[in-house]
């Protein structure tokens, strides 16, 4: 990941394979103090222009500076995007992303600094550009006009475009009346039968139902095969599932550029350390305690220190019901079996860096099996055991450690963390005491490639708590052979049949 974008005579204004340059880009917007103000400054301008060199023009213009403040929006962005790639723009609120892309669909001007692009842009604003009073079939002709489709062109695809939305009977009923899920389905469709060579869309998958989003991805995914695709989302995951690369902006400026997963990975720790640190600075000590101890659940054992919760009473606490598994899958015939699932698992690395506000680190992260042997590969399937080691710098009470389990883009396949069972019995660590969470679970079946094993120890509650330390790569495995064939991850299958059954 590199902290400034790259340049030089390969990606010259003349260069074919640029789809959108963009050079020294700012914007800045004018804070007013006040509705007067603004109203004022104009005429106090022109006034202190007719009275040059004068006591009053100068007192005009000493009140004209004070009435506003300058904004800025972006600040000297420069990016170059090549023609069939999928950009992904991530940042807190504020930060300029939609300034940005609004500026590169040419919706905005910059205050300085310029943008070519070249080919046509379609922009998934969805309601915008329609007018409430028409029908569904009088916008559809409206908005892909303006898009530049011609009027037989329409006429060949509405019948298309009508199907795509799935408005039923409204397609004919005033866009005033439509709900909001109705106007983005309508507004989709048009966008998706626009012949556009770069797609923006700026929080495309934040409405509609889940039909309409997976609807929605299905048509970009198919785009991404063709187009150049400008995302903005707050999902990093759906940055990463759909964006070869990211930027990340802050404060109208870049914070780093480069593939999806490494300005993700970087903006998500970023965030997770302010949060942290914010957490820390508010934090009483009854929040960082949480709850007083409570009746323990039937299933749940404490003693020297150690509290862990077996099913069924896991099954219990957590609103589901108790898995079945198969305590022994190292069986004969999945040894000789070509669709063996072999996951190669190296050991953990002692000095492994990481970030967090402090007060505890990650010693040790292994699987091992029911005897408590480290496992150095794993068979898709079997049971497993995940423990993770913490050391304590500072008295701690109740210290949450989860994981994640990421692909090779950084989607999660699975996670899970101990805050429900230490809710149940709080506990305390002293500074240098150790304490080791453990997750027994079946191992799905992974497709073949790269994975990573994300830890993290918290205190504090699942939903709002300071971290203190954090690996975002832990255990980097890999899965060599795989019968897994759909999916991001395969499900061991007890028994598949098939059969006729009469009547």
């Not at 990016?79 to 504020?94: A, H, P, Q, T, Y």
């Not at 040419?106 to 205050?111: A, D, K, Q, Y």
Request: glycine content about 8%; charged content about 20%; hydrophobic content about 40%.
């Amino acid at each position: 990941m590199a902290d400034e974008p790259a340049g030089g005579p390969a990606g010259s204004p003349a260069d074919p394979d640029i789809a959108v340059r963009v050079r020294g880009v700012t914007k800045t917007y004018g804070i007013w103090s006040s509705p007067k103000a603004r109203l004022a400054h104009p005429l106090m301008n022109v006034a202190a222009q007719v009275l040059p060199f004068s006591r009053l023009a100068r007192s005009l213009e000493h009140r004209t500076r004070h009435m506003y403040r300058d904004f800025h929006a972006l600040q000297e962005v420069s990016l170059d995007i090549r023609k069939g790639e999928s950009w992904g723009f991530i940042g807190v609120n504020g930060s300029g992303k939609s300034t940005l892309l609004k500026i590169i669909s040419g919706n905005l001007r910059p205050s300085s600094g310029w943008v070519e692009v070249d080919g046509k842009v379609a922009i998934l604003d969805y309601g915008a550009g329609f007018n409430g009073e028409f029908t569904g079939r009088e916008n559809v002709y409206l908005k892909a006009s303006i898009m530049g489709l011609t009027h037989r062109q329409i006429d060949e695809r509405f019948d298309s475009i009508a199907a795509f939305a799935d408005i039923g009977d409204f397609i004919e009923q005033p866009v005033k009346t439509y709900s909001s899920g109705m106007s983005a389905r309508l507004g989709f469709a048009i966008m998706a039968h626009v012949d556009a060579d770069i797609m923006i869309t700026d929080e495309a998958l934040a409405v509609g139902d889940a039909f309409f989003v997976q609807k929605c991805m299905t048509h970009i995914r198919a785009f991404l095969k063709k187009g150049t695709f400008l995302f903005v989302s707050h999902s990093v995951n759906d940055v990463v599932s759909l964006c070869q690369k990211a930027v990340w902006l802050e404060h109208g400026r870049m914070r780093a550029i480069g593939s999806a997963k490494e300005v993700t990975d970087a903006y998500m720790s970023s965030v997770a350390l302010r949060q942290s640190q914010e957490y820390l600075a508010d934090a009483t000590d009854g929040a960082m305690t949480d709850t007083q101890p409570q009746t323990a659940l039937p299933g749940m054992l404490a003693f020297a220190g150690e509290s862990m919760l077996r099913q069924p009473s896991l099954a219990r606490l957590t609103h589901s019901r108790p898995p079945r598994v198969v305590r022994d899958p190292r069986l004969e015939y999945l040894n000789r079996s070509p669709l063996r699932n072999d996951i190669e698992i190296p050991a953990f690395e002692v000095d492994a860096t990481g970030y967090g506000v402090g007060g505890a680190r990650i010693e040790d992260v292994t699987f091992a099996d029911d005897t408590g042997a480290v496992l150095t590969w794993v068979i898709g399937g079997e049971i497993v055991h995940l423990k993770i080691d913490v050391r304590a710098e500072r008295e701690l009470q109740s210290p949450i450690v989860g994981f994640q389990v990421k692909d090779r883009l950084g989607q999660t396949l699975f996670a899970d963390n101990t805050f429900l069972i230490t809710r149940e019995r709080p506990f305390t660590v002293l500074a240098g005491e150790i304490y080791q969470a453990e997750f027994e679970f079946q191992m799905p079946l992974l497709p073949v490639g790269d994975y990573v094993i994300r830890v993290a120890t918290a205190i504090g509650v699942e939903h709002e708590n300071a971290m203190l330390h954090c690996l975002d790569n832990a255990l980097m495995f890999r899965s060599t052979t795989s019968g897994a064939r759909h999916g991001l991850v395969g499900v061991p299958m007890l028994c598949i049949g098939v059969k006729v059954l009469a009547g």
